[in-house]
């Protein structure tokens, strides 16, 4: 194909923030692995990202050779965001990152999470509650968002905290991973990440003086091969997951309730087979992935689609259009289908060393939340237009008007 006659990756082209997919395609098909004018490579076929997510290439900004300009994750570590999350696993390398996720994981067990699920029914059963009581509701604001908000707090063991606050601050510093193109917005980040830190350190100290048994004093008394974590990390790994224990589970339970209801048959089925919950919540992740994109700095050269990848290259791997490749899910891969054998296969979580360390519990919380609301409002329906956030990466709802009729609760 001739280079004008290329499509390159456009997240800015019409249409593109209510429906990226048919671009996705687009670049799958014609243009898989790309060079990118602007500097970054794209790859959007599943076996090449993949492959780069097992390549143990770095996530470190350090190790690139030339940053290049705005663009989707360029900002993450050297833009002003960097500050809130400079220390957390998710941006360290080997050897800090496997000391980082070693102490996380220590208390962050299956177990741990397995032992959430009676309190998330309770409090998914307290917001269907609420909304047969209204009859119509803004489901993100019912119970997208307050579900995982509150579970992560709870987990960590925190006082009550100004929960819409902390929203905006999680909001605004999550933009760091899309193109920052004016100094408001980087602005609003740097402000967003300081006082985010600030916070939490404060709940750090009053934790410190309050140990109790929850994952924050865990946290504090974890050791690994004789090492805990410094001020710096421990207050970098609270900031994350308080921003990724809430700001995915949104997407997931909101675009898998919004697909449902723009698939009747789906939604029918699932309400005729319960026990499909768990495998459509894998449908859920791949066919509208919460996060769309991850990112890779090669400290090697790295071939994808018979391309070499120079050492230093800023990679971007598209999640979203690698879980839609037909060579993996099938030609109607486009389509949702909630008894998908292959729905598990999805690249949602990442992959390589830096799979989702939250994966159980966002899994958990998504099949109790949609599982739960379908059975008790078998005529859930759309009450108006949706909201959609405009974010490229973490790419959600701001507003989903649902009705419902009441019914008796059990």
Not at 62 to 87: E, Q
Not at 250 to 258: R, S
Not at 344 to 373: D, K, N, V, Y
Request: net charge negative.
């Amino acid at each position: 194909m001739a280079e004008q006659e290329r499509v390159w990756f456009n997240p800015f082209l019409p249409g593109f923030f209510n429906d990226p997919y048919p671009h996705y395609k687009q670049l799958s098909e014609e243009h898989p692995v790309q060079d990118h004018p602007l500097g970054f490579w794209f790859l959007s076929r599943y076996d090449d990202v993949l492959a780069l997510l097992r390549a143990g290439q770095s996530v470190e900004i350090r190790n690139i050779s030339d940053v290049p300009p705005a663009h989707p994750g360029a900002t993450l570590d050297s833009g002003p965001g960097a500050a809130a999350l400079s220390a957390s696993m998710l941006d360290r390398d080997p050897p800090d990152h496997t000391r980082l996720r070693a102490l996380v994981t220590k208390v962050f067990t299956r177990r741990a999470i397995s032992a959430l699920e009676p309190r998330i029914t309770e409090l998914v059963d307290r917001a269907l509650d609420e909304m047969a009581e209204r009859g119509s509701s803004d489901l993100v604001e019912q119970l997208a968002f307050p579900l995982p908000f509150a579970v992560i707090s709870e987990m960590l063991g925190l006082p009550p905290v100004d929960n819409a606050r902390i929203r905006d601050l999680s909001g605004t510093l999550v933009r760091s991973l899309e193109p920052v193109a004016d100094e408001e917005t980087a602005q609003a980040i740097f402000s967003a990440a300081v006082e985010l830190q600030t916070l939490t350190r404060d709940l750090v100290a009053w934790k410190r003086a309050n140990p109790a048994d929850d994952l924050l004093t865990a946290l504090i008394a974890a050791e690994h091969e004789g090492q805990v974590l410094n001020e710096d990390e421990l207050v970098s790994q609270v900031v994350l997951l308080y921003v990724a224990g809430h700001e995915t589970t949104v997407n997931l339970i909101a675009n898998g309730t919004l697909a449902l209801l723009r698939n009747p048959d789906q939604h029918a089925l699932l309400r005729q087979r319960p026990d499909l919950t768990a495998n459509a919540v894998e449908e859920f992740l791949r066919y509208d992935s919460p996060v769309q994109q991850t990112r890779r700095i090669m400290i090697s050269p790295h071939e994808a689609g018979g391309l070499q990848i120079p050492r230093g290259a800023f990679v971007i791997a598209c999640l979203a259009a690698a879980n839609r490749d037909e060579k993996v899910f099938g030609p109607d891969a486009d389509k949702l289908r909630l008894d998908r054998k292959e729905a598990r296969h999805h690249l949602s979580f990442g992959g390589g060393p830096h799979h989702c360390l939250g994966a159980a519990l966002a899994r958990l919380e998504g099949q109790i939340a949609i599982g739960r609301m379908v059975q008790r409002f078998p005529d859930l329906a759309l009450d108006g237009e949706i909201e959609v956030n405009n974010r490229i990466n973490l790419r959600g709802l701001n507003k989903l008007p649902i009705k419902v009729h009441a019914t008796v609760h059990g």
